[in-house]
């Protein structure tokens, strides 16, 4: 049992390249999430998932796009990098509804954008 | 839109009994409020989670008042390993969509 896992851990982009990141999980779980991380910042919401061939937009979802094909996977998407797209990628996922239950976490991406 | 606000930082020693609280403006009747833990480099960690009164698990409690505009989690006697950011999150479901607010984090530091 794994888990939460996310590909890359880190990668380094230049302005305008395109990339995909994903994230996994064994736990049978329909919710999921991708969040950001700024230095001395707390979360902020990108976009989440209810279930299988489901997306919603979060709290920051400009500049990124997600799928989930499988239940067990949740890719977000940079169409297009810029600078300000630099941070850490968290991906969760939980039971049920995010506020209900426990939430699992990935360990994060770290991208560059230069 | 509920907000959160936390004590940007704290200190306390090993041992000791350390309360955290977290204010949420404006939570809304379906919001539960949810505690994290983050160590450096790595992703968030559940603690505790609950609705109104008090929580309590094997590593946390969690105390709500009756209006639920704050929440307070405590660590009891606290070791080194405790050193680390701690997180409210509130969550609410309204027309807007679905929208989770973490606070800014609270770093607890844990001295000897």
């Known amino acids: 049992n794994a888990g939460v896992t996310q590909t890359p851990k880190f990668r380094v982009l230049k302005t305008g390249q395109s990339m995909t990141l994903l994230c996994a999980q064994d736990?049978?779980?329909?919710?999921m999430y991708w969040y950001r991380q700024d230095p001395g910042m707390g979360l902020r919401l990108i976009h989440y998932?209810?279930?299988?061939?489901?997306?919603a937009k979060g709290e920051v979802p400009d500049g990124y796009n997600v799928s989930r094909l499988k239940k067990q996977n949740f890719l977000l998407g940079l169409e297009s990098a810029a600078p300000s797209q630099t941070s850490v990628y968290f991906c969760?996922?939980?039971?049920?509804?995010?506020?209900?239950?426990?939430?699992?976490f990935g360990p994060g991406t770290r991208l560059t954008v230069l | 839109l509920a907000k959160t606000t936390q004590p940007i930082s704290m200190d306390s020693y090993e041992g000791q009994e350390v309360n955290i609280t977290c204010s949420h403006n404006n939570i809304a009747t379906n919001d539960y409020i949810t505690w994290y833990q983050q160590f450096p480099s790595q992703g968030p960690r559940f603690i505790i989670q609950g609705y109104k009164t008090k929580v309590t698990n094997e590593v946390a409690s969690l105390f709500i008042p009756a209006d639920r505009k704050s929440s307070t989690l405590s660590l009891p006697r606290v070791s080194l390993s405790d050193t680390a950011v701690y997180y409210c999150l509130v969550g609410v479901l309204n027309t807007g969509g679905f929208k989770t607010i973490f606070g800014a984090g609270t770093r607890l530091f844990v001295k000897a």
């Open positions: 736990m049978n779980h329909e919710y």
């Open positions: 969760a996922s939980t039971p049920g509804f995010h506020t209900a239950g426990e939430g699992f």
């Open positions: 998932s209810v279930g299988e061939g489901t997306t």
